[in-house]
């Protein structure tokens, strides 16, 4: 397939739209086509607008492009004109359903609609089936676009064998404690005051994100509706001093009495869903076990599968509950922008996002 | 009361030995009057054979001892003679029992006897009327002497509050994720190529040592034998990039329904045992409660109250469980060297220890 | 001598005012009377105001002074009514000379005038008889008051042994590469984006404070002139991941041919100022000497003499020039708040601060 | 060409042994058909004997040879035979003359023999005709083999520069400052214990390296003697809590006078030697100039150009000497196993190994 579906970025010039940005470069089928960013930036290049803090260089075409301001009036292109949102809370709450209203496949990283019952909280590996709750918010809204949302990084970092599990046995709760790298808060983000010799054991609003999506990750769309998985989550949020790559320490209670050797091997038999295969940039191993009992680790698996991968190891009897499990996701990746990306493909694939320029 | 104490120290020379002879070194009541160390180091002066990691000068007058053979023969003098191991392991499981038979009070740091019956695992704070056990220890053996243990240092992060709680509400269940300090693995301990930019979520044998020992200390010692709580415990320590100060990230799962304001009242309106006002070393407000959400944390609060007391927050409502907490203490100092020194204190104000040189 | 010195605090809610607030509480002969912050802390208790960074408790008796605004028509009381500095340079620059005018005697921490010829650039252990130049400076503008000001902590951290040098063999040329702390910056000051696992060869007008203070520092004042020394000083400054203390690896070129252990002696034997042991806060030994070749390390070294030390080592040959050196300070000890302390105890002992209150 | 040179590598267990591995393995030229070990791995498949500390998995055809015990019996193949050191130092000065008049040719990266005037010390960028003295060195002898040798890690990070401006202005003397990576020192290495939230300003034998090695390679190789350059050198070297990557800072006085828009110039108008243009792994771009103040720095240049880049900025006046400069590469790419596979490509280049295998 040629490289036929032009894109817009919302909020390019942060953090996140830098990761589109760089990301979206070397992508086979989107080709960035417009960018927006605040009213400082906008009217100059990308590359003069933006301080570009990812490793490499910006990327030769999107340097040129001019930023705009953000407007439902942005010409992107495309059959079905895409864009992926990079702004924040309150900007994405305010224009995402501008967007959709105007027509566009909104693809957001932001929290802002992640809960709403009929927005899809999409993981091409986890819950393919879920965009069928776009025609239902189409109509709700009154809405030739719509909106599909990708969970916080941290959600993100536990979902797939939490996933495997409850499909295999069933899952009645999880107590989560993440350890989250510091380039989750953006840039200039956590102070090295805060961090250095020093952990945080607090990220504002996080604890709550953890609780609430898996929920509906592992729930289930019906007749456009979504409902909620009936397992209850305990969570809380540390900040460490590890640049990039999300840890995640969780005792589960599942749905009947599993030997270790069948929890692991559920996870290393697990296939994803078939419409992955379609996507271009699904990792060929979304979900590594390691017998080595210090594995994962943040450094040495956050870059596995172009850093696609969950990385999960240590499963063994918890004392308290049933079982005990470590995973790992890169944060910035995995967890944001090229999560997003792959829920495009996802929507290509099933044509919800039509072919062509 | 003068200072008329002698104690000995075994294994002065490694890094919990170091403490202890730096602490001993401003004591009110203890003296160093012997060390011991390997062959490699017997038969020089401290100075020499020691390679001091900690900040400030060996104290003067203990840099002048020559280091003695780990050997029963050591003269300590007193009328009860006082050892405090900081032995490793194997060595603390060959030596400790000889002390003990030959008439010392062996109060150890080191793990070979923590689980073991008539030892008590003892922390004056949580259980100091575990010591009860003691005379059944010194019946089952003939020894004269005796042996009392502290606790690891991530066990003693989180055995206050949770005593606290169970005292006021029963305690059924906890699930324990810990971020320990590299100096917990003693020096050199954790290669820097570990842990920069990076966290281990393995340290050896410390899983189980964080579901076994609480059951002990929360557990009751009658008639000379200790029954062990019936308290349900997961746990998975992690290692992190911070120099000193263990956190613990903890759900627990009580007796009754409790409210997180009752919660917190327990834990703020706690009275130390009436035994604690007579150490000379016990701290003024061993447990320190904080409403900022983001406290408490390793570098501002591990040397509270001198490095010896528990600094909680976080109590709020588990998704999963009952109520969540935070906790931290310094591992080296209360749970390590000061922790067993304030053991001795307690056994000298309960006469297991005779005053006298 | 009572503690009858009554001084305020200018910019008291920062980073660098907290410490003179922590500092202040305990000091022996001043009392903190009056404190001012920016707009919007102004009228509020301090302990409202704040946003404390530092270890432990904020100072009962400053909790409770209400922050002025900052004005030279603060109350501060004394018969020379004392502030110390810690405002920002713009302000600084508008503020102090109006203090200075109104009768106060300013002592700043700020770089606004540091340069300026006739304001003492002032440590006590190295130029203790610049404050000399505080006539001719009341008399060129007409106050009543004056300013005196410390150094950057950049070139706090290597004046002393250069002082030393210079007084013993001359000193021609040195060119210094620092290794600094990130409390430098203050808070949030340098994100952890920047310096986790990372070293910044940057720090903005850095390389011109050290290159140019120390000129002045080593100068000597002529009949309220002061002479820049005759000293040729490249440098460059890096920002580290260490929390406190600065390094400098230094190569000089002295006066005439000077062997190790000669240079060594000089520092050895150095003894401060006759003037320095009235001032209650000077440090028994401001030089410390180590042969140990890994020393001085910031970790194990800032806190040397409650932070006012400096520790010097690896006196050897330089092959490019004649003699190379390391030496380190405490950035916001020795380096701020505290050598501004000493400055105003320096000047209580020359008179030019009059006791009582 | 086809890959047709067979390759052996001693010491193919350790830190630079593993990088050899795991660059040869894709080598365009170069095959791994031999490695030796330590005693203790000998006779066993690599995939069992090595401890593997790096990112990625061991690569397939190495992980199932046998490795050998370290001796010229070693079966290499080849028309010359020829092996990558990753010796220790010691076993490297006993071994490798061995291997030389066994006939093969040794691209060390030990430190054994640097120094030995009939030794090359070898980057093809800097002074690729100093391979001359192999004949010389095979004639004094009697070796058909023969020895070259890569620079320290921390010489490599300034010689490019230096070079650069010597060959345009001349050199007479440098101050460097270094600032040097944990993974410099090995595995295990640096005990976190001494590096976090701290900078130790030693590392054995490296200022002295800093100082010499540079000599030799800016030296020039005349009739099979090489004639040091007369540069007067003074170095001192930092160990800081940076994963990879080398930093200098460097301080130089030139042979005339230089403004630092012509230093500017000489390092970006620089063209490799016309040889390295034939060698497969040669950087497009072996010198960077950032123009940007704060730049280069680890984190972010390290990896510029597969590691084999060196990234230089912030050239200015010294106050002190003539220039001031700050270069960075990376340790263990360029500094290490990149740089010595770099030399065994000059070597098939100019003929001094012969293709075939």
Chains 1, 2, 3, 4 share one sequence.
Not at 84 to 113: H, M
Request: proline share 8%; hydrophobic share 45%; charged share 15%.
């Amino acid at each position: 397939m040629e490289k036929i579906i032009p894109v817009g970025i919302l909020g390019a010039t942060g953090t996140v739209g830098q990761r589109f940005v760089q990301l979206l470069a070397e992508h086979p089928w989107f080709e960035v086509a417009a960018i927006t960013g605040s009213q400082r930036t906008a009217g100059r290049p990308y590359r003069e607008g933006v301080n570009w803090k990812l490793n490499g260089d910006i990327p030769e075409a999107v340097g040129e492009l001019i930023v705009q301001p953000t407007d439902t009036k942005l010409a992107v292109g495309g059959k079905t004109p895409v864009v992926f949102s990079a702004l924040p809370t309150a900007e994405a709450r305010e224009w995402e359903p501008q967007f959709a209203a105007a027509g566009f496949a909104v693809i957001t990283n932001a929290s802002a609609f992640r809960m709403t019952p009929d927005v899809p909280l999409l993981i091409p590996e986890v819950n393919p089936a879920h965009t069928s709750l776009i025609p239902a918010q189409q109509a709700n809204h009154g809405w030739p676009g719509f909106i599909v949302a990708s969970p916080n990084c941290s959600t993100t970092s536990v979902i797939l064998p939490l996933k495997v599990w409850q499909e295999a046995f069933g899952l009645e709760a999880a107590v989560i404690t993440t350890l989250q790298a510091i380039s989750g808060a953006g840039y200039p983000g956590v102070s090295s005051m805060d961090i250095l010799d020093n952990v945080v054991p607090y990220i504002g609003g996080e604890d709550a994100k953890l609780e609430n999506e898996p929920k509906k990750l592992l729930g289930a769309a019906v007749n456009g509706q979504l409902q909620l998985a009936a397992v209850k989550i305990g969570a809380q949020a540390n900040r460490v001093p590890v640049f990039d790559g999300h840890l995640a320490s969780v005792s589960v209670k599942l749905g009947r009495s599993v030997s270790v050797d069948e929890a692991i091997a559920a996870l290393e038999n697990w296939q994803p869903p078939a419409v992955c295969r379609q996507l271009p940039t699904a990792p060929a191993r979304p979900l590594i076990y390691h017998h080595d009992p210090a594995r994962p680790q943040p450094r040495l698996d956050r870059d596995a599968e172009n850093g696609l991968a969950w990385s999960v190891g240590q499963v063994r009897e918890c004392g308290a509950l049933d079982l005990r499990f470590v995973s790992i996701t890169h944060n910035t990746l995995r967890g944001a922008a090229s999560g997003a990306i792959l829920n495009a493909e996802l929507l290509v694939a099933q044509n919800f996002v039509k072919r062509g320029g």
